[in-house]
Structure formats: C-alpha cells, structure tokens
C-alpha cells in the first residue's frame, strides 16, 4: 500500500478542496431544503385538499426516484434545452443552470424536502390535542397556534429522524461527483486514483473522511436532542 502518495501536499489540498465542496452542498441543500420543507410541511397538513394532493403528489415522485437520476435530470436534462441555453446567458434564473454546483446543490435541496416534509408532517399531525385546546382556550387563532404552539413542538419531536436525514445527506453529496468538473470528496479520491491507480487507498480515504464527518455530526445531534428533549427522557424512580 502506498499511503504516502495520499499524504503528499498536492493531493491534501485535493481532499481538502473536496471536503469544503462536499460541506457546502450539505449545508446550502439543508438551508433551501429546509425552508421548502417547513412550507410544504404546512401544507401537507392544511385543509385544502387541492393543495394536499399537489404537495403530495412532489414528495412521491422526489421519495420514489433515485436521486442520482434527479441529478441526471437537473444538470443534462433541464440544463440541455434549447429553451433554458437561449436564456442561460443573460435570463435570470437560467443563468445558473450552467453551473454544476448550482445544479447539484438544486437537486440535493428539492430531494431532502421531500423527505424532511413528510417527517414535519408527520410530527404535526402527532402534536398532542391538549396542546392544540390550551392554546385555543388563550385566544389564539389557527395561525398563532401552528407557529407558536404546533411548529415548535413538532420540530423538537422530529429531531432524532432529521438528524438520520442530515447524516444521509452527507453521504449522499457523493453523488454530485457525476457532474462534471464539480470536485467534492468522492470526485477527488476519483481523481487520485486515476492518476496514481491507488483504488483502495484513495477511496478508503475518503470513506475514513465521511466516517469521521458522520460521527462529528452525530454527535452534534445527540447533543441537540439531549438538550431539546430532555422532558422525554424516563424519569429515575427513587426506591
């Protein structure tokens, strides 16, 4: 095994470019996922059913198709009409659909709203009635009490699932090595083996890297919820 080729400066700096690549995807598809989620959330537990079934109807198609395939989509297919090419030069928003980065980061985000959605939603749908009834007995209408009551609630109860959902993430940037030319973890340790033929070590590099980045995540969350939902904790029973 040849392990010093991986430490040699040049390829650090690889790894180190593909680690700032690789965090940035996760942290610009959680921000604009996010933001989607909490309003689709919102929807998908709304009265309108028109408005149901069309929110319903992105989380299927977005849960149910590899993502791999909506990066395909995104980045070879919307990014090759002659439609979006005539206007990628100087018609906003088109103009970023030239940029592989924009792409990976627009296919990451629509894919964790879905899941983080159905997660809300779910939690929203749980919120215990007698939450729903004091807030009612103070006065407040739908709106104060889904913002200040309901949302609140259903955010700390969905923690440990959003925390499996970021850790997922993580993992899942690798796929924005199939777009060209955008270098993250798994496009530099493609790019060291190819130019060294060091299968093993390159990839076992870059998976000890994503080891490491999962456990530091993990352990953020585990603070997160322990913080955030210690009222669900058991209780000692003095004896």
């Known amino acids: 095994m040849k392990w010093d080729v991986i430490f040699q400066a040049e390829n650090l700096a690889l790894y180190g470019e593909g680690i700032v690549t690789t965090l940035g995807l996760l942290c610009s598809s ?7 989620a909490l309003f689709m959330a919102i929807a998908l537990t709304e009265r309108w059913k028109w408005l149901r079934l069309l929110v319903g109807a992105y989380t299927y198609v977005f849960r149910g198709t590899p993502l791999l ?22 018609v906003w928003p088109w103009t970023h659909f030239k940029d592989p980065a924009f792409c990976a980061v627009l296919a990451l985000s629509l894919n964790t709203a879905a899941y983080t959605a159905e997660m809300l939603a779910g ?29 609140p609630s259903a955010f700390r109860r969905t923690l440990p699932a959003y925390g499996n959902e970021v850790v997922m993430m993580l993992q899942t940037t690798s796929l924005a090595s199939a777009v060209p030319s955008l270098i993250d973890l798994t496009s530099a340790a493609s790019r060291v083996y190819s130019k060294f033929y060091l ?30 939902l210690a009222f669900l904790a058991p209780r000692s029973s003095n004896v």
């Open 199 to 228: 299968p093993f070590e390159a990839y076992l590099f870059a998976g000890l890297i994503y080891l490491l980045m999962t456990f530091t995540l993990s352990g953020i969350f585990k603070l997160i919820e322990r913080r955030y």
């Open 69 to 90: 395939i909506q990066v395909y989509l995104i980045y070879y297919g919307l990014g090759q009409l002659e439609w979006i090419q005539a206007r990628w030069d100087d």
């Open 30 to 36: 959680l921000l604009v996922g996010g933001v989607l």
């Open 123 to 151: 939690a929203i749908r749980e919120t215990n009635p007698g939450e729903i009834e004091a807030a009612q007995a103070f006065g407040m209408n739908h709106w104060q009490i889904m913002w200040s009551v309901t949302l």
